[in-house]
């Protein structure tokens, strides 16, 4: 199966709230990813947090880790309309190897 | 550059028909992927080049083939496909892991129809 599950699989705000998204993973990690991606386009990476950080930051993002419960959540501040993407989180497993979740759906509402 | 180009951007193909898709990186990546991607769906690995060679099949049917000529690129030879096969096909690159943490690079990806 998929290593790292998300929640919620759907999610819809109003501009300017925040949106939180959780992912959960079933082994041992050396580091979790997290990617957007708006319809039909590639991936783009956004954080990556090691299995020995607990917090990251980048500009409107905030990914937490939490080893002790196999779990990472995604916050984005302030929303905006074009935060509207999927969001999927990705256990880096052996050597080049990534398995992303089933992933989590943000509409921002303008 | 950070760029990841992919064509085409659409392909429409019968069963009998043999066609690729093309993937290029010049950004020094010697780590290049092919995914599998159905509508609602995550990215399903498929394929991955080390040094161009290929390092990791994930159990990919034969119909399937792909190639690396050159650290720059990296092709899928697809032939005799049947509908199911349907998806967007996306490619990756990124430095080869030492310590299992670097980025991928993803293509925008070419979107395949199998009649």
């Known amino acids: 199966s998929q290593q790292g599950e998300e929640d919620p699989q759907a999610l819809s705000i109003q501009e300017g709230e925040n949106a939180t998204m959780n992912c959960s993973y079933k082994?041992?990690?050396?580091?979790l990813q997290w990617y957007r991606q708006n319809s039909g386009r590639g991936l783009v990476h956004l954080i990556l947090?090691?299995?020995?950080?607990r917090e990251k930051h980048s500009g409107r993002l905030r990914v937490t880790l939490d080893t002790s419960k196999k779990s990472s959540s995604l916050l984005i501040t302030a929303s905006r309309a074009a935060d509207t993407a999927s969001y999927f989180c990705?256990?880096?497993?052996?050597?080049?190897?990534?398995?992303f979740g089933p992933g989590t759906s943000l509409s921002v509402i303008p | 550059d950070t760029e990841v180009t992919q064509t085409p951007k659409h392909l429409v193909m019968g069963m009998t028909n043999k066609k690729s898709l093309k993937c290029e990186q010049h950004?020094?990546?010697?780590?290049m992927y092919w995914y599998k991607q159905k509508a609602k769906k995550p990215p399903e690995l498929m394929f991955v080049?080390?040094?161009?060679?290929?390092?990791i099949n994930e159990s990919v049917p034969s119909r399937f083939s792909p190639e690396c000529p050159n650290s720059s690129l990296l092709n899928l030879h697809l032939h005799a496909l049947q509908p199911e096969d349907s998806a967007l096909y996306l490619c990756?690159?990124?430095?080869?892991?030492?310590?299992?943490?670097?980025?991928?690079?993803f293509g925008p990806g070419t979107r395949l129809t199998v009649l």
């Open positions: 990705g256990k880096k497993t052996s050597y080049d190897k990534v398995i």
């Open positions: 947090i090691r299995s020995n950080e």
């Open positions: 950004m020094g990546h010697r780590a």
């Open positions: 082994t041992s990690i050396n580091n």
């Open positions: 080049y080390s040094y161009e060679k290929l390092s």
């Open positions: 990756a690159s990124s430095h080869v892991a030492i310590e299992v943490t670097d980025t991928q690079y």
